[in-house]
């Protein structure tokens, strides 16, 4: 099964886009992931599974996906992290454009349609952003997560990137990238264990003009299990890896300013924070809660404004919220 076509025998003609799944130990979830997207048709879209499981169970369920999906599986127990089973799935695809979707997040009605509307539209567009629908482990739908840009045109690398740079506000299964743009500005950075997500959408997008697009075609599965829970480390690596990622890209946006620098930090404080209070990864919870409640208030009315707006702290927090006291979560 490594790396050998296990799908349905349609391989005359070049897929339209390749969809990559990392997974490990997602025997719980692959199921509802292959069967949304084989609702939608199979003809042009090319899936890759790859597993690092330490048993065959995830694979076994894929397997039964044969007769109605072009479906490639790879039993890859030397990838461990996501990000290195990631770059791995880009670089073997078969389609010119791409998306990846966690091994527990499901595709709604409609997503192949208007990814290849997408697409078509403007076909050199290193990147294309849309938002999300938060959804619990019974698929359950909790809020919206979108994204604080204009939809229906062209934006300029600089107009996403000073807002991306406040926070990560994409959902990692809703974009779809070009697979030469991703090679191109290096991929996945497999040292960064949080925040490469973050990265690499950064990079797309100093690549060219960005999309936004305003339908939510994916449903991002929040449950106990998932990476940003069980992931957690030490408090200050926690921050760390935020930083990292600001001050890389910071000093390539020729417009930064100061006032941008200290909205993006006081939102690395907030998140470090709420990650703390959430999780076992640190002490002095409430003091990280102040210091961070302390940054955003000293950023003034203004300040206050563009780190709500791109932040999209309430759409982030309200739906976990919500789940934790439903029983949800």
Not at 226 to 249: D, K, N, Y
Not at 254 to 283: D, E, P, Q, W, Y
Not at 293 to 321: H, K, M, N, T
Request: aromatic content about 10%; overall charge positive; hydrophobic content about 45%.
């Amino acid at each position: 099964m490594n790396g050998e076509w296990m799908g349905i025998d349609d391989f005359v003609s070049k897929p339209w886009i390749s969809v990559i799944i990392p997974s490990y130990c997602g025997e719980r979830w692959i199921d509802s992931a292959l069967s949304s997207i084989a609702a939608e048709g199979a003809e042009g879209v090319e899936v890759l599974v790859i597993d690092a499981s330490p048993t065959g169970a995830t694979l076994k369920i894929a397997e039964t996906y044969s007769n109605r999906l072009r479906l490639r599986a790879f039993d890859r127990r030397d990838l461990m992290s996501w990000q290195a089973k990631t770059n791995f799935g880009v670089e073997v695809a078969a389609a010119s454009h791409l998306c990846w979707l966690g091994v527990d997040d499901v595709w709604f009605p409609g997503r192949a349609a208007a990814v290849r509307s997408w697409i078509h539209a403007d076909p050199e567009a290193p990147l294309h952003l849309a938002p999300a629908a938060i959804i619990d482990r019974s698929g359950r739908k909790l809020g919206a997560w979108r994204c604080p840009l204009r939809s229906g045109g062209k934006l300029t690398s600089a107009y996403v990137t000073e807002r991306l740079l406040v926070q990560n506000f994409v959902a990692a299964p809703a974009p779809v990238f070009r697979k030469d743009a991703w090679l191109a500005c290096g991929g996945l950075d497999e040292s960064l264990w949080y925040t490469a997500d973050w990265d690499i959408w950064l990079k797309l997008a100093s690549l060219g003009s960005v999309l936004y697009h305003d339908p939510i075609t994916i449903g991002f599965r929040i449950h106990a299990e998932s990476l940003t829970v069980t992931g957690s480390r030490e408090a200050a690596a926690f921050e760390q890896q935020m930083q990292i990622v600001l001050e890389r890209h910071l000093p390539k946006l020729a417009s930064a300013s100061h006032t941008l620098a200290r909205i993006a930090r006081a939102s690395i404080a907030v998140n470090a924070a709420l990650a703390a209070t959430s999780t076992s990864i640190g002490k002095g919870k409430g003091r990280q809660l102040f210091r961070a409640a302390s940054q955003v208030l000293r950023l003034g009315p203004s300040g206050f404004y563009r780190y709500l707006r791109d932040s999209r702290i309430i759409e982030r927090v309200a739906p976990r919220l919500r789940a934790k006291l439903t029983g949800a979560y």
